[in-house]
Every structure is written in C-alpha cells, then in structure tokens.
C-alpha cells in the first residue's frame, strides 16, 4: 500500500458538478483537510459545455457567465447542458451523445484538478508514494448501466481506480456520513438530546433535490461502529425498478425555473406589454427573440437561487428582476411584486409532487415493514441544491402553504424542527462524503439510570448530619450533561453538626440507582473515620464490567458489593474532613 492515498469525490450533477479530493497517511492514519475545486470562489461548477461558432470550447462558470454575451452578438455556437440527464436514456443515440459530453466536461475537471496546488507533503515524497482513488456519485433511481457508463467516462477522462461499488457512493449515504463526521454541532446536540447514542438505531430520510429529479431514501443506522451490518440504504424512491412511479413523480429544480419563467413571460406579455413592444421596436428584434433572450434558464436560476429564495424565506415580497432585465429595459418596467401567493399559482404543483415525493417514500417503507410508522422516521438529511428552496423545510415540517392541497406527516420532525440536518453548501454535501469514506466517528453512550445519595449517621450517635440526610440526586439520567463520557462534575456537600473531637464516627451512605427512586436498587456502605489520624477518606468507584471496584484506605470498611447494570460506568470520589463541633463532608462524580 502507497505511503498516501488521495481520495477524490466527484458528485456530479445536472447542474452544477463539484469534485473534492482529501489525503490520508497511512501510517499514521492522519487525515489532511478537504480540498475543494473551485471556479473563482465558488465551488459548484456549472455542468455546462459551450463551443462558440468559431470552434472554441467554453466549460463551467465561463458559459454561465458569459453565454448572454454571445447570445447577443449573435454567435452560432451549441450549448452543451443537462446532458447527464440522458446517460441512462433508452435512446442508443443520445447515450452516446450524453456519455462524450461528459467526458469532455469530466477532462476539463481533471485537467483543472491537475494545476491545483500538492497537498503540503515533505519534500522527500515522490509520486509513487501518493496513490489516487476516485469515488463518483450517481443517483439512487439510476439503472445499473447508467452507472457503469458514469464510471467508464470518469476513467475516460483521467482519473485513476475509479470506483462506483462502494455502498457510501450512494449519493444519500455519502451525505448522511459526511453530516455525522462534521456536522459537529448539530450532532453534539442529537447526541445530547439521546437522538445519536451508540449501539441505538436511527431511521433517517435523506432528501436529494436536484435539479432534475428530486429522490428520497430510507437509511437505517446504528452510531457505533462504521461497518455495523445493520447500516443499509432500505428503500430509495421513486424506485429505479418502476419506472411508470419515477416518471410520475419527477420534480427538480428545473420545474421551478420553468415556471418561473412562464411566471415572468406573462408579466411581459401583460403588465409590460407596452414596454416590450416599445423595447422590440428599438432593438429592431422580434418580440420572441426578445423573450427568449430575457428568459434564459442560467439567469432564471440564478435570480431564484439569489434573490426569489432568500425574500420568501422570510415571508416578504420579491421586487427585483433576474441580471438580463437589467439596463433600459428594467428602468421602464412596471414594479414586480412575487410574493408567497403568487409563487403558489405557478409552482405550487411542484410544491405538491414534493409532498407526494416524501410522503411516498414513508408509505413505501411501512409497506415493505421497514418502519412501523412515520413516528419512526428520527432525522431528516437535506441535500442537493434545491433543497435551499425555501419551501422546503416549511413542508417538511407539515405545514400547509399557499397553493398546497397535501401535508407531509412526518411527527418527530414537526415537533423537532432541529431534527433536519443540512450542510451549509448543500451542494458539496456529497462530494465531501465521498472523499470521506474511510473516516469514522465515536459515539458516546448514554447513562439509562439515575444515581441518588444519602448520608445519615450511623447508630444515632451525638453528631448529626444536617442537609444530606434526605435522598438527592447526584445523576439525573434525563439531563443533558451525564451522556458517557461524563464531561462535569457533580458535587453534594453535606454539612456535620456537633462533631465530637475523639470519637470515631460512623457514616452510613447510601447509593440508589435507577430510573425512579422507588424502583432503584438500594446499597448501603459503612464509612469509619478514626479522629486518631487525619480524617481524610478516599473512595474510588469504577463500573467497568458490572461490579463496583473499590480502593479502601485503612479506616475504611465496606458492607456490600453492589451490582449494577453494564450500561452505567462512572467514577466518583467520597471525602470527609474537619475537627472541633463541625465537619465536612462531599461526594463527587468525576469525569
């Protein structure tokens, strides 16, 4: 095996591709950061391939930005987009077509890829030193020679030991794994709130909404171990096998800019008619021409994703226009006013294939008895770029919006909205999981019982222990900070009155645990303090297996063992001190 591996991920996608690569050392097992290849500062490419008239190719970022310039001047060029779409067609003519342009677009990628910056290595390492392995998404609903023919053009395009078998290149795996690694926040509190506890299986649906297709899947997974066989993808819907359901259910980003460009057309044609005509006469270009050179997809979508999204978000109305509105044209346009209502009139039956998509998906499930119920469902991961529109968390959380005839059920996730787990690029969701394949992640473990103390004097001597002598709780099982391991610690003091100065003193404690105090199991020990030496008494307690271990000093005797269940582990540290009429006294739980 080579001294360093660099995995590379390629997700890529209808409309916007993203490759991201990360090293490993495999001696000392160190992984390096997560690169990303990126296009000025964005690391979404464009999927897009452009040959001008003259025969010269543009790929990415440089046709999005500058196809309206050669629209305009009139350039007889093809644009070359989408055409990932047709790679698993039945038509022998558009898959050929479809694979050589996504091995051109593939090349370009890693021609780009090449240029980048060596990742900080010692001066020492050759080539051969550095092994390559390439992992590609494809999408769940895709057959298996669509996938082959991913993975041929991949290869055919320069990278080395592409790969496409492993179960995390599933585009919903991949996501969910890189979430869990480094979604690190978001997952402390799953963790703390008993959502991700090790060896407790969790049901999470994965939401992949592309631009063309929009797929659900069912993923059950056990925290703990990365290779737990129980980990699975169940169930990915629309189901690649029945193609009558794909097809019926079909809804991606796309929808949504069409229509919203029919939403925009017939702002033109009506409130602006008279603009537009006025316009068409000084530009001397017919008024279809002008159309379509205003309504182009790439500037549709870009005004959804930067301007439509982000005001309806937050429940306002949308007023500004896409970039190719701007100039003269925009100066004399009426004002547009888009807001949720209006959004719902032309995108609300893609609102609702949305709700079917999902609602589809659990109903599958209960079917195949892969859950009981959609109370099972625990977490909701969301990927794709889509999934910013800014319907989608609304829905998901069984709302009901304007032009809306269906709710999403989905209980756990309404009451928890907290429960939705999304990167802040979703794009780079999958690209990133994939580069990540090998890394894993320790869960902790959750405490299932209580621990209560009580300290009373034993024998009814003269002393009298004043503010302990009921049962307090030193673990409180439902609380957030006692998940394994135990992060705080938790004190109780307890205060001795009348003290005598030669005696010994005689203490019973006693320890209760489990999940009420009613039900916990009871032990009792006997703790001596000999006021011939420092009063000073240590207790360790460690419940590795399930007997508590036990370091006795000198003046110190014990009555019992106790026996607990496996699943409690904690150390804690019992001291007691003082001389003259008042004493001291603490027990601790440690981290």
Request: aromatic letters at 10%; charged letters at 25%; hydrophobic letters at 35%.
């Amino acid at each position: 095996m080579a001294k360093y591996i660099r995995y590379i991920g390629i997700d890529f996608g209808t409309n916007n591709t993203v490759l991201c690569w990360r090293l490993y050392n495999t001696e000392t097992k160190e992984w390096g950061q997560i690169h990303t290849l990126n296009e000025g500062t964005s690391s979404t490419i464009p999927s897009l391939i452009y040959v001008s008239g003259n025969g010269e190719p543009l790929f990415g970022e440089k046709v999005a930005s500058r196809i309206s310039y050669y629209k305009s001047m009139g350039d007889k060029g093809t644009l070359y987009n989408r055409f990932k779409m047709d790679i698993p067609s039945e038509d022998e003519k558009k898959r050929k077509a479809a694979f050589d342009a996504s091995v051109t677009f593939l090349k370009y990628l890693y021609d780009r890829y090449k240029q980048q910056p060596i990742d900080a290595l010692p001066k020492e390492v050759k080539p051969s030193d550095i092994e390559e392995q390439t992992y590609v998404s494809y999408p769940t609903r895709w057959p298996q020679f669509a996938r082959r023919l991913t993975e041929e053009a991949v290869s055919a395009a320069g990278f080395k030991n592409v790969n496409i078998d492993h179960k995390c290149t599933e585009e919903p795996y991949a996501a969910f794994r890189y979430l869990l690694l480094h979604s690190n926040e978001q997952v402390s509190q799953l963790e703390a709130k008993g959502i991700l506890i090790h060896g407790r299986p969790v049901f999470v649906l994965v939401v992949d909404m592309g631009a063309g297709t929009t797929d659900v899947s069912l993923i059950r997974f056990v925290p703990g171990d990365a290779e737990d066989k129980r980990n699975e993808v169940l169930l990915n819907y629309p189901s690649p096998s029945n193609d009558a359901e794909a097809k019926k259910w079909t809804f991606g980003g796309g929808d949504i800019d069409n229509a919203l460009m029919d939403l925009l057309k017939n702002f033109l044609v009506s409130d602006a008619k008279e603009v537009l005509s006025s316009y068409a006469e000084w530009s001397e270009e017919p008024v279809d021409k002008l159309l379509q050179d205003l309504l182009y997809p790439l500037n549709i979508r870009s005004w959804k994703e930067e301007s439509v999204n982000s005001v309806l978000s937050d429940n306002k109305t949308c007023t500004t226009f896409p970039s190719s509105f701007h100039g003269m044209l925009a100066k004399k346009l009426p004002p547009l006013r888009l807001d949720r209502t209006t959004y719902a009139k032309y995108c609300g039956d893609g609102m609702n294939r949305f709700c079917h998509i999902v609602n589809g998906a659990v109903q599958k499930a209960m079917e195949l008895k892969q859950i009981p119920n959609a109370e099972a469902i625990d977490l909701v991961v969301l990927t794709g770029g889509h999934s910013k529109s800014w319907f989608v968390r609304d829905l998901l959380c069984g709302k009901t919006l304007p032009g809306t005839s269906t709710t999403i059920e989905l209980p756990k996730i309404k009451r928890e909205p907290n429960r939705i787990m999304q990167w802040k690029i979703p794009e780079e969701t999958v690209a990133r999981g994939l580069c990540t394949l090998l890394e894993s992640k320790p869960f902790r473990h959750r405490l299932t019982h209580s621990v209560w103390i009580r300290v009373q004097e034993k024998y009814y001597e003269q002393f009298k222990v004043s503010n302990c002598s009921g049962w307090k709780c030193l673990i409180d099982h439902r609380a957030s900070d006692i998940i394994l391991p135990v992060k705080k610690t938790a004190t109780l003091n307890f205060t001795v009155e009348n003290h005598p100065k030669y005696d010994n003193l005689h203490f019973n404690v006693e320890v209760a645990v489990g999940e009420t105090l009613d039900e916990a199991v009871k032990k009792s020990y006997l703790a001596v303090v000999d006021q011939s030496v420092v009063a000073n008494l240590v207790v360790d307690v460690m419940l590795l297996g399930t007997r508590w271990l036990t370091d006795i000093s000198a003046d110190y005797r014990m009555d019992n063992t106790i026996l607990i269940k496996e699943d409690l582990s904690i150390d804690w540290n019992y001291e007691l001190s003082g001389y003259g009429e008042h004493g001291n006294g603490k027990i601790e739980l440690k981290p």
